[in-house]
């Protein structure tokens, strides 16, 4: 298949992605936090309750995985690449080194290209088909600096070249972290809208070809602490609003992180975007991780009786975010 036919695979009607890429230490965190201990065992069981709920690809066109799950068979003894497979679910990796801080305001840059190629074409014989690669941001009075912003696109830029050189298909993650701190919407708009405009004129300068990636941005938020809460529209014309500036209309799709957001704000947030009237040029879904997962792998609590429940739970959610994707 074509490069641009999977980016338009991965965010065709009803559907989106599931971010189930988190590393050893962010799933041990999320396990830690249920009272869950995160041996590889119980990391591998984890994904293996999702890819295994029945339906699930009514709403999930793709899976972002982690390296561990994606290289070792998970407890039923399939390898997590050839099941998705069987349920026409498309198999992508996490392939960033995760991000070292550098300087006093401690804001980060994203590691991971040595060796890149080459571990691309491994995943590639493992059967992704798709990468992401994430690039964190601070918000703050003189924050992202300009530092951080050029760093993190020219990395963003380099890495989806690579990848689409390989034949894959690359998501573009730039993340503010928009829900810390104490700043209003307007700031949020403000930081978001520099850094995306940044990191298409280095992807365009490196020569990336927009219609084949996605962009995975967060969505226009206030602070977690800010006194100005805005509501539901203010965020999805502001999010809108951001992206209609900063991205080409080439892009097929935009695939939005839900970044510490409740499941039910991520998806009203998501449903209300979609039932703007404004006409916009690419398809707007999700690439939600903890908004997908939060409440299922609660319901599990490591516990093999919950199985069941948890899947249900699972479901569920997934149908309310792709119902949400239609604007419904
Ligand atoms: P969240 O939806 O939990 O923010 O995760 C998405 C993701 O992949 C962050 O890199």
Partial sequence: MKLSDIAKSLVVSRKGILAADESVGTMTKRLDAIGIPSTSENRSLWREIMATTFGIESYISGVILFDEILRNP?????????????KNILPGIKVDKGTVKFNSEEETFTLGLDGLTERLEEYKKMGSVFTKWRAVYKIGENLSSTAAITANSIGLAEYALLVQKAGLVPIVEPEILVLKGNHDINKSKEVTEKVLKDVFYWLK????????????????????????????????????????????????????????????????????????????????????????????????????????AAQDAFLVRAKKVSEARNGK
């Fill in 74 to 86: 998970l407890p039923n003894g399939k390898m997590i690449g050839k099941l998705l497979q069987e």
């Fill in 205 to 308: 300068e490196f020569g990336v070809k927009l219609d084949s990636m996605l962009l995975k941005p967060n969505m226009v938020l206030a602070g977690k602490d800010s006194l100005n809460q805005p509501k539901a529209e203010e965020i999805a014309r502001m999010t809108v609003e951001v992206l209609q500036v900063a991205v080409p209309p080439e892009v097929p799709g935009i695939v939005f992180l839900s970044g510490g957001l409740t499941p039910d704000q991520a998806t009203e947030y998501l449903k209300t975007m979609n039932q703007s009237n404004e006409k916009v040029p690419w398809q707007l879904s999700y690439s939600f991780g903890r908004a997908l997962q939060q409440e299922a792998l609660r319901v599990w609590g490591g516990k093999s009786e919950n199985v069941k």
